[in-house]
Each structure stands twice: as structure tokens, then as C-alpha cells.
């Protein structure tokens, strides 16, 4: 696996990210990108200053609600003031937040780079255009780029922090830009939109023809033929964007934020993804773990406490009349010392884990368990004071 | 509570990314092998990962017997094809080859539910052909699954004449019969997965004829406390009875209570969330299984989570 040299942990979120324009967060779903994509924001806007934005893919209703998110689509909109102030915090640049909405996006897509209006009009109707906008599963990765693309270029903000879409794969959007100028450039494209005659008629081909006319019906090949011979059309807008998206990724400006937790199948997701951005040139500037179990779990000291109260619950709790019956604080006791014991258990697998991944990225920070949901402005701050400063 | 669950003969398990629906996957698996079922566990996101929940060496296409009377595969969409144009279609092979192999990953890209239909044909016709009891199918996560489980609709809609809308119609009956085929939804009880699984009940019913087997409820911690025991537990936290408690168990006992207090508001700010989740889902079946503090994931857990499926289905 192509990996960095091991290096020391150094620096922080807080020295990365006033460095850099773009902020990616990458992992696999359920490690809490949106919360780290939200918090990191929050952060960058209340000790760098400037005008910051987070755009989210799928936030929760009462963070979305908590930015002022609810019921504006893809609207850029600026978090208010009173939000903030709610939070006890006094920012010295400007958050915004805003949602991709993938459907509309494609619309928008379209609308842009279709040569006229009536060709935009005629994709948009299209029932199989309806289909892959709405459906076509690595359509949202591509598009969470383009919108990126869009809001750099706008030149408002100082900081774009990105949540990115759940992906089976969290490389995949790595790989979209160029997977869509492969598909508008393929030969196979070219001769889907041919006319039907040429492509009876092309000895290489012919035998594809046939058994695609036999599985899915010639009508079904023509409506699809015809689909493409209009999304031709917008070739050349989106070849050259998707030049300029890749470009992008790539700039030194940008960095990517790997969040995991700490439990096996997310862990495995971040090594993969921090060997495939090391691979293909990409800068890995974090690693954020998120829920980690607090360090006093792994302390000898108090889980030779645990140990002794689970073993001598009955005993202790003859000897400590003044809190109540015996048979119930001995319960109680042997209760708490049990819960200790197990939650250990996981705090050392966890260790374990940390201690493998550490070495592959720069800024490793973490963020503790809490106890509570992170949905409005005052849980982002405690969730970005958590990593800010290293 | 008796959950007629195992009896079907289709199981899709899907759920938010990160609620362990492949281990859900896992154990009802082998919970239906230990009980008599010739099973097969499909992995539909080719993670290849399932395997390993059976302490097996990653499997493919064509399915392997990991426990007794418990295979595994996963699915291949282009093997799924090659399967589907010999068997259905009876094509020779030499159609087969070629530029059909190269054309598939583009046909699949441009027409909408061809990956999907391949994938949800190929569990259909193992169940059709009665060659297993029961197909347990670790299934894309929420997101993704109405688009596969609509697949066979929005084909049928879509391709009007030829094989593949002869084919459609028998996949229909499959999905389509709740005493047949069921989706598991996996969830914890935390905020976005509850707000997952609610949503995903909506979409499934609204846009396929697949019915909601059952809700599974992963990593429930423990109540650690009655409520008067919770009473006495804050009593010894008070510093001058935690002082005389350290003192007689020979060293400070603040992480251990402190640890106990993080258990105790864990468990309570979820189950906020689990009775929203209980409001919501009407009669659908919720399967409890307890959270593992376990060292790592493997058939051991594999064989307690099954435990606790069973115990929670009545068997």
C-alpha cells in the first residue's frame, strides 16, 4: 500500500485550515461527517474570521434547522447572528451553510450547458434523463463537485468545508470527474447516437446490437439512443468542467479530511482512502477521529478499582452502612464496576485501532463520545474546541 | 413476540451506513442455518466483508458453504449477466463475449436499473428455483435500496416488449408477496438512523410493492439501573461518599462512576430516540440486540448476535 513515512503528529486543524480554501471530509457513512464538516466551519469562522461556508448533503433535521437550513434547498444562506449568539460566541468572520440537492443541480447542469433552451427542455423531459438524475446512484458524487466547483469560483468564500455524499466507496468521487468525460468520450456513446443503420451495419458492433436489441427491445435501445444524442449536445461544457473540477481537487489550496470512528469497518474505509489520496496526489491533511471513549478507561489504576468493586461489591457495601441498604448499594456497586469493565474493553480496541492509523496522516485529532446529540450551534463549537487547536 | 421472520424465503438487510446491518445480515444467516434452513448470504455491496463474519476467506460469485448448511456469495453484477443471458436467454456463447463484455459497464451506466435488475434477479430466480430456504441479502444501505428494490418495476415501466419484460413480471411476484419476501431495516438508537429508518419506511411503501419484515434494533446499551438504584448510584457520587468508597476499595473510584455516568445519559438521550422510532413505525416487528462490548466482529459475535435475534423472535 503506498503510504507516507511515518511521522510525528504535529500541528492542528486550526494551522491546516487557515492555510487552505477547500476542505473535503471523507469516510465511510455514519462516522459523522456533517457534524465534523459543520464544526470545522463553525471554528474557521469564529477564531480565523472571514466568510466561511459548509455546504452539507444530509444533515440532520435540527442541525439543518440549527444553520437555518430548513426548507431552502440549495440556497446559500448565511447562519444568523442570534444562532451564534445563542451559543455564547462572538465570530469574527461570517458562516454559511448550504444543502446540495442533487436533482436540482443536474437541472441546473443541464440548463447550462445544453446549446439552447429547447435541447435543455427536451433532456429535462426526458423520462430516462427523470431516471439517472434522481436515481443514478454516482451521479451525487459528481455533482457534490460541480456545485464545489461553482462555489470556489464564485470567489465569495475565504473557506469552502465540504461534507461529501455517502458513497459504497469513499474514493468514488475521487474518480468522478473523469469518469464522466470517459463516458461522454467513449466510442461506445458515439455509436449509440449514430443512426440505427450505421450501427446494424458495423461488423465490431453488430453482435452487441443484437443481443442488447434481444435482452432489452429494440424501442428501448432507440428511446436510449436518442437520450444520449441529446446529452451529446452538452459535451464539450462538461469535459472542459470536468477538467477544471479535477484541476481543482488537485490545487494545493484544497485538502481532504479523513473522519472515522474507531470501530473496524470505518477504520478499514479511512486506511483505504488515505492510501488512495496519498496514491493519486491528493493532500490528506487530517485525520479526524470522531466518538472516541474517553482516556480514563484505559487508566490500570481505575480498572483495579473496577475490579476490586465488582469482586467485593457485598463486602464494601457492609462496610459503608450510611448509603443505604446493603443488598442495594452491593448491586449498585458491582453495576458500575461491570459498566467500567465493558466499556474498557472497547476503549482498548479502540486504542489499538488509533495506534494503527495514527501514522498514516499528518494532523490526527480527536473528538470524545458525547453524551448528548450535536444539533444546534453550541454542539458544534464543543464538538470544533474538541479538534481546533491540536 | 413471535415474528413469522425466518419463514420467509427472501430477506433484504439494509439500514444507515455505520448501524452494523451486515452483521444483522450475518446472524440471521446463521440463526436460520442453526435452526435447519439451507441459506444463502448474498453481499450485494462486493465489499466482500460478509465473509468474515463467518471466519471465512472472501467469497465470490458462485456461492461457498462458510458454516453448516450456510453458504455465502457475492454478487457480481457482469457474472450475474453472463448467468442471466445463459440460463434465461439461452444465448450461445459467442454472443457472450466481446463487445459485449466491454459494453456492459457503459449499458449498465446509461440505462437506469440494469445493475439493480441483475442483482435482485439473480436472489429472485435462487429463490424461484427453490435452490436454498431462505436468501438473506446484506442489501445497499438506505439509500440505495429503493432504487434496487424498484429496479424491477422501473424496467418493467421502461421496456415494454422482449425477454426482459417477460422476466420482470415472475421478479414482481416475488418482491411483491410479503410471505415471500421481506426488508429488515437495521438501525441504532441514535438520531440519523432513527431518521433513516422512518424515512425509508415511507419510500419503500410508496415506491415498491416490498413489505417491512421487521425493524432490527442494534447496539441497545444496558439499563444499568432501576430508579431508585440510579437514585443511590448519585448518592455515592456525592464527593463524601465517593471518598469513603475510594478509601475502601483502596484507590479513587471517580473514572469508574464517571464511566457509569456516560453509560447511564448515553442510554437515556437514545431512548429519545427509540420511542420516536417506536411512534413511527406502527406494527412493524422491532428486534432488539443488545450493544457488544466485544473485542473485534467475527463468527463469535456473529453467534451472540444470532442469540439475541432468536431470544427477540421467541424461538
Redesign the interface.
Same mark, same amino acid.
Given at each position: 500500500m503506498a503510504r507516507a513515512p511515518a511521522r510525528r503528529s504535529s500541528g492542528s486543524l486550526e494551522q491546516l485550515l487557515a492555510a487552505k480554501e477547500i476542505a473535503i471530509c471523507c469516510g465511510?457513512?455514519?462516522?459523522g461527517k456533517t457534524t465534523v464538516a459543520a464544526a470545522a466551519a463553525t471554528m474557521a469562522s469564529l477564531s480565523l474570521g472571514g466568510t466561511v461556508l459548509v455546504l452539507t448533503v444530509d444533515p440532520? /433535521?435540527?442541525l439543518a434547522d440549527a444553520l437555518g437550513l430548513e426548507a431552502l434547498g440549495n440556497v446559500e444562506t448565511r447562519v444568523s447572528s442570534e444562532a451564534l449568539k445563542k451559543a455564547g460566541v462572538e465570530p469574527r468572520g461570517d458562516l454559511w451553510a448550504a444543502m446540495l440537492d442533487t436533482k436540482q443541480e443536474w437541472d441546473d447542469l443541464v440548463r447550462r450547458h445544453a446549446p439552447d433552451a429547447r435541447t435543455a427542455r427536451r433532456i429535462l423531459e426526458n423520462? #430516462?434523463y427523470q431516471?439517472?438524475s434522481a436515481?443514478?446512484?454516482?451521479s451525487h458524487e459528481y455533482i457534490a463537485m460541480e456545485r464545489l466547483y461553482d462555489l470556489h469560483r464564485s470567489g465569495r468564500y475565504d473557506l469552502i468545508v465540504v461534507d461529501t455524499p455517502?458513497t459504497?466507496?469513499a474514493i468514488d468521487f475521487l474518480a468522478a470527474p473523469d469518469r464522466m468525460a470517459d +463516458?461522454f468520450s467513449?466510442r461506445?456513446?458515439r455509436w449509440?447516437t449514430g443512426p440505427a443503420r450505421s450501427r446494424m451495419l458495423n461488423l465490431?458492433?453488430r453482435? +452487441?446490437y443484437?443481443?442488447?436489441d /434481444?435482452?432489452?427491445?429494440s424501442? +428501448?435501445l432507440e428511446?436510449?439512443a436518442e437520450f444520449?444524442l441529446l446529452f451529446q449536445t452538452m459535451y464539450p461544457g462538461f469535459a472542459e468542467r470536468a477538467r477544471a473540477v479535477k484541476h481543482l481537487l488537485h490545487d494545493r489550496r484544497t485538502t481532504f479530511l479523513v473522519v472515522t470512528?474507531l470501530?473496524?469497518?470505518?477504520v478499514?474505509e479511512a486506511e483505504f482512502f488515505l492510501s488512495a489520496l496519498a496514491a493519486q496526489g491528493f493532500h490528506a491533511g487530517a485525520l479526524v477521529l470522531n466518538k472516541v471513549l474517553?482516556p =480514563?478507561?484505559l487508566?490500570p489504576?481505575?480498572a483495579?478499582?473496577?475490579e476490586?468493586?465488582a469482586a467485593?461489591a457485598p463486602a #464494601?457495601a457492609d462496610? %459503608?452502612p450510611?448509603?443505604?441498604p446493603p443488598q442495594?448499594?452491593s448491586?449498585?456497586?458491582r453495576?458500575?464496576?461491570e459498566?467500567?469493565l465493558? $466499556?474498557q474493553?472497547?476503549a482498548k480496541?479502540e486504542a489499538e485501532l488509533r495506534a494503527e492509523l495514527a501514522a498514516s496522516a499528518e494532523v490526527v485529532v480527536s473528538i470524545p463520545?458525547f453524551?448528548?446529540?450535536i =444539533?444546534d450551534v453550541s454542539g458544534l463549537v464543543q464538538v470544533g474546541r474538541a479538534v481546533w487547536s491540536g | 413476540m413471535a415474528v413469522d421472520l425466518l419463514s420467509r424465503r427472501l430477506l433484504f438487510v439494509t439500514g444507515?451506513?455505520?448501524?452494523g446491518k451486515?452483521s444483522i445480515a450475518a446472524a440471521l444467516s446463521l440463526l436460520a442455518a442453526q435452526r435447519g434452513a439451507r441459506v444463502l448470504a448474498c453481499d450485494v455491496?462486493?465489499?466482500g466483508?460478509l465473509a468474515e463474519f463467518f471466519e471465512s476467506a472472501p467469497v465470490g460469485f458462485r456461492p461457498r458453504e462458510v458454516q453448516p448448511r450456510l453458504f455465502a456469495m457475492s454478487m457480481n453484477t457482469e457474472e450475474s449477466l453472463q448467468e442471466y443471458?445463459r440460463i434465461q #436467454?439461452r444465448?450461445p456463447a459467442?454472443? /457472450?463475449v466481446?463487445?459485449?463484455a /466491454?459494453?456492459f459497464d457503459?449499458?449498465a451506466? @446509461?440505462?437506469?436499473?440494469v445493475r439493480e435488475i441483475l442483482t435482485v434477479g439473480k436472489l429472485a430466480y435462487e429463490v424461484r428455483e427453490r435452490h436454498y430456504d431462505l436468501v438473506v441479502t446484506d442489501a @445497499?444501505?438506505s439509500?440505495?435500496v429503493v432504487?434496487q428494490l424498484a429496479a424491477p418495476q422501473?424496467i418493467d415501466d421502461?421496456?415494454?416488449?422482449?425477454?426482459?419484460?417477460q422476466q420482470t413480471g415472475w421478479m414482481l411476484e416475488i418482491l411483491g408477496d410479503p410471505a415471500v419476501t421481506g426488508v429488515v431495516i437495521v438501525t441504532t438508537p441514535?438520531?440519523?438512523?432513527v431518521?433513516e429508518t422512518i424515512d425509508l419506511i415511507g419510500r419503500l411503501r410508496r415506491e415498491t410493492e416490498v413489505d417491512v419484515a421487521a425493524i432490527v434494533v442494534n447496539r441497545v446499551l444496558?439499563e444499568? $439501573?432501576s430508579h431508585?438504584?440510579e437514585e443511590? $448510584?448519585e448518592? %455515592?457520587r456525592q464527593p463524601a461518599?465517593a471518598g469513603? *468508597?475510594?478509601e475502601?476499595?483502596?484507590?479513587? *473510584?471517580d473514572?469508574? +462512576?464517571?464511566?457509569?455516568r456516560? @453509560?447511564v445519559?448515553?442510554r437515556r438521550?437514545r431512548a429519545g430516540h427509540l420511542e420516536r422510532l417506536m411512534d413511527a413505525v406502527g406494527d412493524i416487528p422491532l428486534l432488539f440486540v443488545p450493544y457488544l462490548?466485544?473485542?473485534?466482529?467475527g463468527l463469535r459475535t456473529t453467534a451472540q448476535t444470532a442469540d439475541a435475534l432468536s431470544a427477540e423472535l421467541g424461538y
Amino acid at each position: 500500500m503506498a503510504r507516507a513515512p511515518a511521522r510525528r503528529s504535529s500541528g492542528s486543524l486550526e494551522q491546516l485550515l487557515a492555510a487552505k480554501e477547500i476542505a473535503i471530509c471523507c469516510g465511510a457513512g455514519g462516522v459523522g461527517k456533517t457534524t465534523v464538516a459543520a464544526a470545522a466551519a463553525t471554528m474557521a469562522s469564529l477564531s480565523l474570521g472571514g466568510t466561511v461556508l459548509v455546504l452539507t448533503v444530509d444533515p440532520a /433535521r435540527r442541525l439543518a434547522d440549527a444553520l437555518g437550513l430548513e426548507a431552502l434547498g440549495n440556497v446559500e444562506t448565511r447562519v444568523s447572528s442570534e444562532a451564534l449568539k445563542k451559543a455564547g460566541v462572538e465570530p469574527r468572520g461570517d458562516l454559511w451553510a448550504a444543502m446540495l440537492d442533487t436533482k436540482q443541480e443536474w437541472d441546473d447542469l443541464v440548463r447550462r450547458h445544453a446549446p439552447d433552451a429547447r435541447t435543455a427542455r427536451r433532456i429535462l423531459e426526458n423520462p #430516462l434523463y427523470q431516471n439517472i438524475s434522481a436515481r443514478f446512484v454516482q451521479s451525487h458524487e459528481y455533482i457534490a463537485m460541480e456545485r464545489l466547483y461553482d462555489l470556489h469560483r464564485s470567489g465569495r468564500y475565504d473557506l469552502i468545508v465540504v461534507d461529501t455524499p455517502p458513497t459504497r466507496h469513499a474514493i468514488d468521487f475521487l474518480a468522478a470527474p473523469d469518469r464522466m468525460a470517459d +463516458f461522454f468520450s467513449s466510442r461506445l456513446l458515439r455509436w449509440l447516437t449514430g443512426p440505427a443503420r450505421s450501427r446494424m451495419l458495423n461488423l465490431a458492433t453488430r453482435p +452487441f446490437y443484437q443481443v442488447a436489441d /434481444r435482452i432489452l427491445g429494440s424501442q +428501448f435501445l432507440e428511446d436510449i439512443a436518442e437520450f444520449f444524442l441529446l446529452f451529446q449536445t452538452m459535451y464539450p461544457g462538461f469535459a472542459e468542467r470536468a477538467r477544471a473540477v479535477k484541476h481543482l481537487l488537485h490545487d494545493r489550496r484544497t485538502t481532504f479530511l479523513v473522519v472515522t470512528t474507531l470501530e473496524a469497518a470505518p477504520v478499514r474505509e479511512a486506511e483505504f482512502f488515505l492510501s488512495a489520496l496519498a496514491a493519486q496526489g491528493f493532500h490528506a491533511g487530517a485525520l479526524v477521529l470522531n466518538k472516541v471513549l474517553p482516556p =480514563y478507561l484505559l487508566d490500570p489504576s481505575a480498572a483495579e478499582v473496577a475490579e476490586r468493586l465488582a469482586a467485593e461489591a457485598p463486602a #464494601l457495601a457492609d462496610a %459503608l452502612p450510611e448509603a443505604g441498604p446493603p443488598q442495594a448499594v452491593s448491586r449498585v456497586l458491582r453495576e458500575v464496576a461491570e459498566s467500567f469493565l465493558n $466499556f474498557q474493553v472497547v476503549a482498548k480496541r479502540e486504542a489499538e485501532l488509533r495506534a494503527e492509523l495514527a501514522a498514516s496522516a499528518e494532523v490526527v485529532v480527536s473528538i470524545p463520545s458525547f453524551d448528548t446529540d450535536i =444539533y444546534d450551534v453550541s454542539g458544534l463549537v464543543q464538538v470544533g474546541r474538541a479538534v481546533w487547536s491540536g | 413476540m413471535a415474528v413469522d421472520l425466518l419463514s420467509r424465503r427472501l430477506l433484504f438487510v439494509t439500514g444507515k451506513g455505520g448501524t452494523g446491518k451486515t452483521s444483522i445480515a450475518a446472524a440471521l444467516s446463521l440463526l436460520a442455518a442453526q435452526r435447519g434452513a439451507r441459506v444463502l448470504a448474498c453481499d450485494v455491496d462486493a465489499k466482500g466483508d460478509l465473509a468474515e463474519f463467518f471466519e471465512s476467506a472472501p467469497v465470490g460469485f458462485r456461492p461457498r458453504e462458510v458454516q453448516p448448511r450456510l453458504f455465502a456469495m457475492s454478487m457480481n453484477t457482469e457474472e450475474s449477466l453472463q448467468e442471466y443471458l445463459r440460463i434465461q #436467454l439461452r444465448l450461445p456463447a459467442v454472443a /457472450r463475449v466481446g463487445p459485449l463484455a /466491454r459494453a456492459f459497464d457503459f449499458v449498465a451506466t @446509461a440505462a437506469p436499473g440494469v445493475r439493480e435488475i441483475l442483482t435482485v434477479g439473480k436472489l429472485a430466480y435462487e429463490v424461484r428455483e427453490r435452490h436454498y430456504d431462505l436468501v438473506v441479502t446484506d442489501a @445497499a444501505a438506505s439509500g440505495h435500496v429503493v432504487g434496487q428494490l424498484a429496479a424491477p418495476q422501473a424496467i418493467d415501466d421502461l421496456v415494454r416488449v422482449g425477454p426482459v419484460h417477460q422476466q420482470t413480471g415472475w421478479m414482481l411476484e416475488i418482491l411483491g408477496d410479503p410471505a415471500v419476501t421481506g426488508v429488515v431495516i437495521v438501525t441504532t438508537p441514535e438520531e440519523m438512523p432513527v431518521n433513516e429508518t422512518i424515512d425509508l419506511i415511507g419510500r419503500l411503501r410508496r415506491e415498491t410493492e416490498v413489505d417491512v419484515a421487521a425493524i432490527v434494533v442494534n447496539r441497545v446499551l444496558p439499563e444499568l $439501573f432501576s430508579h431508585s438504584d440510579e437514585e443511590l $448510584f448519585e448518592r %455515592l457520587r456525592q464527593p463524601a461518599l465517593a471518598g469513603v *468508597v475510594s478509601e475502601k476499595a483502596g484507590g479513587p *473510584v471517580d473514572d469508574v +462512576f464517571e464511566a457509569a455516568r456516560l @453509560a447511564v445519559t448515553l442510554r437515556r438521550t437514545r431512548a429519545g430516540h427509540l420511542e420516536r422510532l417506536m411512534d413511527a413505525v406502527g406494527d412493524i416487528p422491532l428486534l432488539f440486540v443488545p450493544y457488544l462490548f466485544a473485542r473485534g466482529h467475527g463468527l463469535r459475535t456473529t453467534a451472540q448476535t444470532a442469540d439475541a435475534l432468536s431470544a427477540e423472535l421467541g424461538y
